[in-house]
């Protein structure tokens, strides 16, 4: 996803506070060829910034304000943003229209909300829809929810999350009724996309608009090149295929420098794209993506299936992936799919007393077997198994 441009060395040491923090040296990159070196600057900071984020795995509010503060002193050192503790300037070089900026940066470990946070939540990308097609026609760049979610899928993927992204990127998906009030929804769509890439949950989106709103220079200024002022909005909702709930919902409005000609067509996979005014902004947005969907799921439970039953052992289909080990206990819970009006089907689960042991892992499954005395007659293929985190595993995190 980044070039030579944007390309960022990391290293990583460990120093000795009285709370151990890592430091992070960094260096962020950007384009210099135009002459506006401050606005180079504050890129390639923020290139860094974000770079550090996603090797280190913290957040903070903003990264512009981070970088806005940064830049406002002479000295670069910023102190207790978030879980990034303070910031220096190392250098600052410009070679060949290339602006290279190295920071110092100071992350503590982040504190843990809750035991659940050590375990991975997969959960499919889906294509994302283009609402208004018509839209797209300055530029012709009618992929440009495919190529928005190629690269809203790398960003996740880049990132040290508890969120683990699934790609489901390369078919096209109805989700208007998803986004619609009335809940009238296929429930059995989010089931189907998840059992196929094995996630918990699924993640839909829809770019609703990329109206273009005013032109920044004037039809007198023939000599400029046109520019226009293009919104991108997008809505994001997440479900969880075992319950069918809606677990999360947000929705992002950007605006960002067109720097187009009216009649040139654009590829929107390039690299020339991205590095538009308007490809950061839409950049921009996955980035608080990726950092909003790590906080509203870090705190969910981690649950599977079970896909084999044979005596007191069963198949499931969590693993390694997910954060499974050997030896952890995991509760069952029958599933029972209670059917509505319009083929609405409404997820119906009934807690049992049973309880299985891990004893062994693999990437995406693993074997289980009945630690009580009570047979597990009644337990059946595609139950509900949800880990059990007892108090000594939630010191050991």
């Known amino acids: 996803m980044m070039n030579r441009v944007s390309c960022t060395a990391i290293t990583a040491c460990l120093l000795s506070f009285s709370v151990q923090a890592e430091w992070f040296e960094v260096t962020g990159y950007a384009n210099a060829y135009t002459s506006d070196r401050a606005a180079a600057r504050q890129e390639a900071v923020q290139d860094a910034i974000t770079q550090a984020l996603i090797f280190s795995g913290a957040t903070v509010s903003s990264v512009q304000t981070l970088a806005d503060g940064v830049?406002?002193?002479?000295?670069?050192?910023i102190k207790s943003h978030g879980e990034i503790q303070e910031i220096n300037l190392v250098s600052e070089n410009t070679q060949d229209g290339v602006m290279s900026v190295t920071l110092h940066l100071d992350i503590f470990p982040k504190q843990q909300q809750c035991p659940e946070e050590s375990f991975h939540k997969q959960i499919t990308v889906t294509q994302s829809q283009l609402i208004q097609p018509h839209q797209a026609r300055l530029g012709q760049i009618f992929d440009i929810?495919?190529?928005?979610?190629?690269?809203?899928?790398?960003?996740?993927?880049?990132?040290?999350?508890?969120?683990?992204?699934?790609p489901f990127i390369d078919k096209s998906i109805n989700v208007r009724a998803f986004f619609s009030q009335n809940f009238d929804y296929n429930a059995q769509l989010i089931e189907s996309l998840t059992s196929a890439s094995n996630s918990q949950y699924v993640l839909l989106s829809q770019i609703t608009d990329l109206a273009n709103t005013h032109k920044l220079n004037s039809d007198y200024a023939f000599w400029q090149d046109d520019e226009y002022v293009r919104s991108f909005k997008i809505d994001f909702v997440a479900f969880d295929a075992i319950s069918k709930d809606k677990v999360w919902q947000q929705h992002y409005s950007v605006t960002g420098i067109w720097p187009y000609e009216k009649t040139k067509i654009i590829d929107v996979?390039?690299?020339?794209?991205w590095h538009t005014d308007y490809g950061k902004r839409i950049q921009g947005v996955f980035n608080s993506l990726a950092q909003d969907l790590n906080q509203a799921f870090a705190c969910l439970p981690t649950r599977g299936r079970i896909l084999h039953k044979d005596q007191d052992q069963l198949v499931i289909n969590l693993g390694s992936a997910h954060g499974l080990k050997v030896g952890q206990e995991l509760s069952i819970a029958h599933r029972s799919d209670v059917a509505g009006e319009r083929n609405q089907f409404f997820s119906h689960s009934i807690q049992t007393i049973n309880r299985v042991k891990v004893t062994q892992v693999n990437a995406q499954n693993a074997i289980a077997k009945n630690i009580q005395s009570r047979p597990m007659n009644n337990i059946q293929i595609?139950?509900?198994?949800?880990?059990?985190?007892t108090p000594t595993e939630d010191f050991a995190l």
């Open 71 to 77: 830049l406002a002193q002479d000295h670069i050192k």
């Open 145 to 166: 929810h495919k190529s928005a979610s190629e690269r809203m899928y790398q960003t996740l993927m880049q990132r040290n999350m508890t969120v683990k992204p699934i």
């Open 269 to 273: 996979y390039s690299d020339t794209f």
């Open 382 to 389: 595609n139950d509900i198994v949800e880990l059990i985190i």
